[in-house]
Every structure is written in C-alpha cells, then in structure tokens.
C-alpha cells in the first residue's frame, strides 16, 4: 500500500481554514458481516482490525487496497492521530467529505455522533473527547443498499453491475479531516450575489461575540470591505464592490473573499451572476445560454465514486469542454465540493442532484428522510455559482405510477424553491413532474428522423411530444403546460471502442465510426436548430464499466474525434437567436 497522503488537496476550496490537518492515508479496517460491531463495543476495545485500507477510497475500490465488492453491511474503521496542547485551547470539528450510509464515530472510545446520509458531508465537534497527544479514531459505517430505506444512486443492486448499474460504494469515501478554530468563530455564510447593483449580501452565523470584517478582491486587488459588530448567532451585510466581473460560461472571474472574525480567519470566494428563465429560454447574466451538456455519472475505474487525484476531477470538465459541452448533468450522485469548485473556477454549467434511485418512495417515511438529506446538500452547495439549477429526482418510475398525487415530489420542490429562488427547479427528472420549472424529457430513440419530428410539433402545434404519456399505465401521469423544455437525457448511442458488441448501452450500435458521427450529429441538430427547445444533455461523457454509451471510454480516450463532437456541439442554437420568443 502506498506511503504517499492520498488526495492531500483541501477538501473544501470554498471554506478553508489553514489550521486543519489532513486525515487521509492508511487506516485499519474490517469488514464487519454482522453488522454486530456496535452491539459487541468493539468501538472501546484495542485489538486490531484485521485489515488495512487507504482513506478516502471505498473498500470496492482497487486505490483501497482492499477491492472487495460483494454488498459489505457493515464497514469499520480505526486510525490514530496526534493533536497539541495548543490547538485544544480552541475547538476542534472532525469532518468527513461523506461515507455511505449510517456512520458512527467514536473518539478515544466514546461516541462523538451518528450521521445518516451517503452523499453529504458532516462534522462533529469533538474537543472535550480529546487530550493532548495520541487519540484514537474509530467509524463504524452500516450500509444496506437493498434495504429500499437509503438513496444509492447508480449503486448496483445485484451481486454484479449490469445495464446502468454500477459497483457500489459502502464506508468512507471522500476526504476525512480535522479543522482547529477558536472558541470565537464562523459557523457558516451564505452568497447572495446582485449583479445589477454590484455587490455581495453575506448571510451566516457566528459562535461568540466580536467583529466581523469581510472583505472580497479580485486578482489581487481590493474590491470592497465590511465591517460589522456580531454578539453571537445570526449575522447578515452587504458589501458594494468596486468592478463588476460576471462569471459565465467559459470564464469564472471568480472573487477571493475573505472572512476574519476575532482570531478566526476563513479564506473563500464567489462568483457573481443571476440566472432565470425568460419564456422558453435559460439567461446567464440576461443573456440567452442554451445549456449544451453531458451526463457525467462521476465514476472512476480504479476509485468507484473516489477521483484518485485532484487533477482527475479538473480533466473530466476538460474532456467534456474539449467536445463542445458547456456543462453536465451531475448524475445520480452528489459530486464533492473540490469538483465543483473546479467548476466554478471553468465556468462549467451544472445541475445538482441526488442519488435517489434504490430508495423506496412509497414509504411513510419517505419525505422526513428525503427532506433531511436533501437540505443538507442544497446548503451544502448553495454558494457555488456553477451550479444553475436544482434536480432532486431522477425517473421516479414506479412510485407516482401508484398514486393520485406526488406529494413527495412536491413538497421537496416546494422547499427547495423555498430556501433557494435564484435557481430553476425540476421536481424529477423526464417522470413524473408534479410541479417544475422545466419540463424535461428522455428521450432514447435511434433514429434522427423520427426524433425529429417528436419535437418539430413544439414550434408546429406547441404541443410537447412525451413519451412517457404514452404509455398505458402511465397515461396523464404528467401533463405539459407551456413550460421551458429541456431534453435532458438523449442519444446514448452504443458504441465499443475495443470492437466488441457485449457491452450494454441504448438501441441498435452504429455499424461505423462515420454512421456513429452522422447519428450524433442529426440528432443532436435536431434540438439545436428548434426554437423552443433550452438545452440538451447527451448520455454519456465516459464508459462506465459495462455501459459503452460514452463519448470517451472509462479510462478517458476519446472514441472519435473531440473536434468534429465539437463543432456538432457549437453550432448556433436557434433559442439563442434573438427572434427566437418571437
């Protein structure tokens, strides 16, 4: 096992502290097939784990060391650190990036907390279980991906992957780290940017009383300051800022900010642009973007869920920038913070989401479960401006087809709009909208000619062609109202670059490289060049495993060549043509 720190880089670009302490590396480790572990307190004992693991990769993976990947109902941990006399003069937060699915931590044999959640990231504060040298760390990490009662996304619910199922992902499997503040600190802040009066709203909170000074610059130079006195709690100012630099497409023109308080010093930064829909159009900065994306499932050969570097995570928004895309759909998982901080600093349009397929919707329950988890990842990520929309569910097949009324659906659009209106919401994903802003459609058929045709009847009759309604059980299940309409899943064409036809992907493969391209290209124009169409978002960026419907294979090698994707992908929209609302 390599001696090297993996993914040494701060987890959380947007909300860095320099006294922190990286926690990745080697740790022990067990498989725990009872899921007993608790139960017999193994938390209190000092006898070794049976195993060794590299942190922050999932024990299916290949970069853990362990590469096991039969279901694992129970995963544990232990690892051992060193903190000063000094730093427990203040406080110290124990956080995890995220680990899937119920965690309980244990410091020095006592508990530090229980979180529920595979995708979200949480901390606990932990410094009245610590003393000055050696402590003890140790995570137990229960994970039930058939259970029907956790969100696991793409997580194959089978023994082995197949169709568009994936290897799973149990335990840790993003960064763990230390983060050292004083008594007197910044518990949080949230960007409210106002393009057109220039200038940042800063809401949060604070732990203690004193003076807050924030201040945002931008490459280097000073662009605005506040000072504001804080008694404890809730805290909120405006700072006016000297130049307006936009973020859009291509182009993050990101401001550094920083937020002092006492002795606490936070480093940060934000970037300022309004997004909104205008008829049928998407507007960045009030200018019409048609949002030409990929689906990107964020898998890794070697890590899973896991980017084995840094640089790994910034090459797949080159790869997807290289064919033309001005973004992705960030499918069935919630990707992690330094991801989308690379997108921000690219001007990469995303949407977020949540891995809500494996969870059983029915369920009493469900909404109280959905609801938490999902609050917690749109505060999470609210600060990030790449992200230009909001997609809680994904195809919710089989829960709306049995009830009279979505009510799960509504009600998490109904908070989401609630907690954040500066972004468009879709309740679920092409079925079933309920209520949504955009009205989304997949739409898989091979055949450009046909595929036309479907949404030509939207400038022709302004009906919206949705073949979910045509379905026998599933008729007027949803209706279209006049909304934007995205394309948000299309394409999907087979296509094996190792010359096989095993793999698994949508409709009758290609016979050629040439009818593979005129495929792409016809189907691709044909909502490009309709004026009542926003967006459209191919299947898929990469290979995932068995799934060979990627533009470039799972090791990230193109299939064909990114520069005639590219030039399909940046002909002009017609949406984005002035006379296109007329």
Known sequence: MSTALPRPEHPNPQWMRSTWQNLNGSWEFEIDPGASALDRRRYASNEPLSN??????????????IGQTDFMDAVLYRRRFTISKEALCGLVYLHFGAADYQTHVFVNGAPAGTHTGGYDSFC????????????????????????????????????????????????????????????????????????????????????????????ASYEGRPMGRQSLRCTGGAFQTTLSLLEKHLWAVGQGNLYDLTLSFGQDRVQSYFGLRTVRMDGMRFMLNDQPVFQRLVLDQGFYPDGVYTAPTDAALKNDIALSLAMGFNGARLHQKVFEPRFLYHCDKMGYLVWGEHGNWGFDHHSPQATERYLNQWSRIVARDFNHPAIIGWCPFNETWGYAQNQSGNTLLSTIYQY???????????????????????YDVHDYDQNPESFKAHYDQLFLSHTLYD??????????????????????????????????????????????????LARYR??????LNNPQIMGFCYTQLYDVEQEINGLYTYARQPKFDPAVIRKINTQPAAIEQPDAQE
């Open 416 to 438: 989401t709009k609630a907690v954040d209106p500066t972004r468009p919401v879709i309740d679920a994903s092409s079925n079933y909208h309920e209520i949504t802003d955009i």
């Open 52 to 65: 060794r693991i590299l942190v922050p990769f999932c024990p299916e993976s290949a970069l853990s060391g």
């Open 522 to 527: 016809d189907l691709t124009l044909a909502i």
């Open 467 to 516: 073949q979910v309604n045509l379905r026998p059980d599933c008729a007027l299940r949803q209706t279209y109202a006049g909304q934007p309409v995205f394309i948000s899943e299309y394409g999907g064409i087979r296509w094996d670059a190792q010359g096989g036809s095993t793999g698994w992907g949508y409709g009758q493969a290609p016979g050629t490289p040439q009818e593979f």
């Open 124 to 215: 606990f504060e932990i410094s009245a279980l610590l003393h000055a040298g050696e402590n003890t760390l140790f995570v137990a990490v229960l994970d039930d991906t058939r259970c029907g009662k956790q969100p696991s996304g793409k997580q194959s619910e089978k023994y082995a992957s197949h169709g568009c199922y994936y290897t799973r992902t149990t335990g840790i499997w993003q960064t763990v780290w230390l983060e050292m503040t004083p008594r007197a600190h910044i518990l949080y802040a949230r960007y409210e940017p106002d393009v057109s009066n220039g200038a940042l709203t800063v809401r949060g909170a604070v732990c203690g009383a004193g003076t807050l000074t924030i201040e």
